[in-house]
Structure formats: C-alpha cells, structure tokens
C-alpha cells in the first residue's frame, strides 16, 4: 500500500531541542535578575526546573500542554515570592522566542525539501516549536500539537487527528520521530506507518514490542527511501 502522507516530529527529529530550552532558562533567568532579583535569587534555574517538574507532577490535566505548564510554573514562583501580578506574558515571550532559535539538523532542510515536494507533509509535536519563528512553516501542509488537541503523543487519539487534517487514512501515512515510545509505539498503534530517526544507532527497546518498518540515521535516508519508492505519489 503506497504511501500517501507523513507526519513528522519536529524536537529532536529536524533539530536538538535541549541548547534551545537551556537557552530560553537562561535568558528568563536573565530578565529576572535585571527586573525582580529577589525572584531570581528564589528561583535559580535548577529551582525553577524543578518546580515546573512539581507542577506537572500536580497537574496531570495539563500534561498536553507544555505552555500552561511553564506560565503556571511561573505564577507559582513569583506569588512564592510576594508578587501576585507576575509579568507572565512578557517572561512568555522572552522564553519563546529563545525556545524557537534552534539550529536544524545539516540534513533537514534538504530532506524536507525533497519531500514536501512530492507527499504533502504534517507536524506532529508534544512541545512548542513554531514554524512560523524557525522559518520552515511553508513544508508543512498542516502542524498538529498536543496543546490544540487535547491529547498527547502516544495517544493514538493525536495520530488520528493528524490523518483526519491530512485527509488520508492512517495505513498510508508514515509517521517520523526520534522517540521509540512517543513516536513510534504511539504511531505504530495508532495504525501508521513507522520511520525511527535514529541518529544515534540505538538498538530498539525490545520492551516496546514491535519494531519500527524503518530505521534510519538521518532525514537525508528517509527522502532517499521514499523516493525509491514506486510508484512515486505526488503531492496533492
């Protein structure tokens, strides 16, 4: 059966997130020293990690939505500290901005290009990467994530909204992912297909049952596969 579609991951599959978030707990860090010390000086960046740890431990009802999470995070250390009006969308923005300077893969903008000129293409993301601020929203016929669905990666409720935006049913989607549980499990049972870029060469984690139908080093492997594959679908 041809594939029609992908959905693919964007953290850790286009790009490293972890320079990026570090970058984004140090410019918020930053901006509190400069306007609230005594907050800074409360809340350090591993206090502060370690708080939004406790919030989500707290608030499982947010456990899709990695935004709330941070701005409530944010709240909590600021009332902690006597302060109830907490600069939030400011801090957002600071934080954002620095979360969405991230440098991609050598392999991705190519392979991205080769792609979404044949199989139209959609995101499929838990956290909160904006393709609009990282320039690569024009390859992507949709952008699905957790915190507009309701649901996160690896629930096969997120898979099944991203084929219905797609138009296309989910045996002839190819989901792209970096994580053997998030990724591939969540989309192997949610009935698509499976591509692990595996950049590492890990070996599968047997725990997971069944393993992926490709395991491939980088995005340059995956648009070679695909275009191996006959016969070629065009993009509609």
Not at 163 to 175: D, S
């Amino acid at each position: 059966m041809p594939i029609l579609a992908l959905t693919l991951d964007l953290d850790d599959t286009l790009w490293p997130v972890l320079p990026a978030l570090e970058r984004a707990d140090q410019a918020v860090d930053a901006w509190l020293r400069r306007h609230h010390p005594d907050v800074a000086r409360a809340w350090p960046i591993a206090a502060m990690r370690e708080l939004r740890m406790q919030v989500a431990a707290e608030r499982l009802d947010l456990a899709h939505d990695f935004t709330s999470q941070r701005q409530l995070t944010l709240r909590q250390a600021f009332a902690a500290c006597g302060v109830e009006d907490a600069p939030i969308e400011t801090l957002w923005e600071i934080y954002f901005a620095a979360r969405n300077s991230v440098e991609l893969y050598p392999d991705s903008l190519p392979a991205l290009q080769r792609i979404t000129a044949r199989w139209p293409l959609a995101s499929l993301t838990n956290g909160n990467a904006d393709l609009q601020r990282i320039g690569i929203h024009a390859h992507f016929a949709h952008h699905v994530c957790a915190r507009d669905s309701g649901v996160a990666k690896p629930d096969p409720r997120i898979f099944l909204a991203a084929a219905e935006r797609l138009g296309v049913a989910p045996e002839q989607i190819l989901h792209v992912g970096d994580d053997p549980a998030m990724d591939m499990a969540g989309a192997r049972d949610a009935g698509l297909r499976t591509a692990w870029i595996n950049r590492e060469g890990l070996p599968w984690p047997a725990e997971l049952g069944q393993p992926p139908e490709l395991d491939l080093r980088d995005m340059t492997a995956l648009a070679d596969w695909l275009e191996a594959q006959t016969p070629a679908t065009k993009s509609r």
